[in-house]
């Protein structure tokens, strides 16, 4: 099937594509802004190396944050053409600039999905996720686990060191067990269980047409609200207002400063995973921090 009988399928035989322009930024996928003859405009993401699931996973992800409350591009469509392209068709949404409270209400929508019901949103508490999905282009395993701490060893840094053995001499490899073996000393069981986006950092949040956030490119599962949060602080940071406001609904917990590194040595170990060696200074600095303790 082509991208033409596809937009045929859901809008009518007398629709077409008038125009596309092509979106600049992502790392993994073509992007475009599709121009129909009905006036409908739409987002799509094409990838010809993308497996299977990927984009069936970003539905999913997006579909269960906005069931948790987060405003999220809506999925009109995903699948492959005759050619083999992968594609996700999104509503397109008219980038604007962000109102003036706009960190303070993404730091209330965040807060909003961390304390939705899981169980409703899923339908089930454990920690992990329905399915496996994907953070940038690296599978992410979701096996589903009763413990957060067992969950964070065993579904998210081991997978990422196993991944990253090649880049580690043998002190890197013995640190790398003994953080997996005291992992208990370090992380603590959450008050209770939240989805979480699982990638946030600001490339996947955007203002929407009326400046408010709307985030995008989730890789969701259930797990310990602050690993979110600890991945804000990595590039930089959010504005002290998403902060204070989504403190005031979730405050913080006692030692978070101390745990966020270990959260976000997942996110260095991927991108060591990804992107090559630039990222093993960071990743060593925070293996040895840990492994004196």
């Keep these: 099937m082509e991208l033409a009988d596809v937009i045929r399928q859901l809008y009518g035989e007398d629709v077409y594509l008038t125009d596309k322009v092509e979106i600049s930024g992502g790392d993994i996928n ?6 129909l003859s009905n006036g409908e405009n739409l987002f799509i993401k094409i990838n010809a190396n993308a497996k299977d699931d990927f984009f069936a996973a970003e539905k999913a992800g997006l579909e269960a944050l906005h069931k948790a409350g987060a405003v999220t591009p809506s999925v009109i469509a995903y699948g492959k053409t005759k050619d083999n392209l992968s594609y996700l ?50 599978r992410q ?46 992380l603590v069981e959450p008050e209770f269980p939240s989805l979480i986006h699982g990638d946030l950092w600001s490339g996947n949040v955007m203002p929407d047409q009326n400046g408010s956030p709307m985030l995008i490119d989730p890789a969701v599962y259930i797990g310990h609200h602050e690993a979110d949060i600890a991945m804000t602080e990595l590039f930089g940071g959010f504005s002290p207002e998403f902060y204070d406001t989504y403190h005031e609904i979730i405050p913080k917990e006692s030692g978070y400063a101390e745990r966020r590194d270990l959260y976000n040595l997942y996110h260095l170990l991927n991108h060591l995973n990804l992107f090559g060696r630039s990222y093993l200074t960071a990743v060593r600095r925070i293996l040895k921090r840990y492994s004196q303790k």
């Design 30 to 35: 073509d992007a475009y802004h599709f121009y």
């Design 89 to 138: 068709l999104l509503n397109y949404v008219r980038n604007s600039r962000p109102k003036r409270t706009y960190w303070e209400d993404l730091g209330h929508m965040l807060a909003q999905v961390h304390c939705a019901p899981v169980e409703t949103i899923t339908g089930n508490s454990r920690f992990g996720f329905s399915a496996d999905n994907y953070i940038g282009q690296t």
């Design 141 to 186: 395993k979701n096996t589903r686990t009763d413990s957060w701490i067992e969950f964070f060893r065993n579904s998210r840094l081991k997978v990422q060191m196993e991944l990253a053995a090649g880049y580690f001499d043998k002190d890197d490899r013995q640190r790398c067990q003994n953080l997996l073996d005291n992992l208990d000393k370090y």
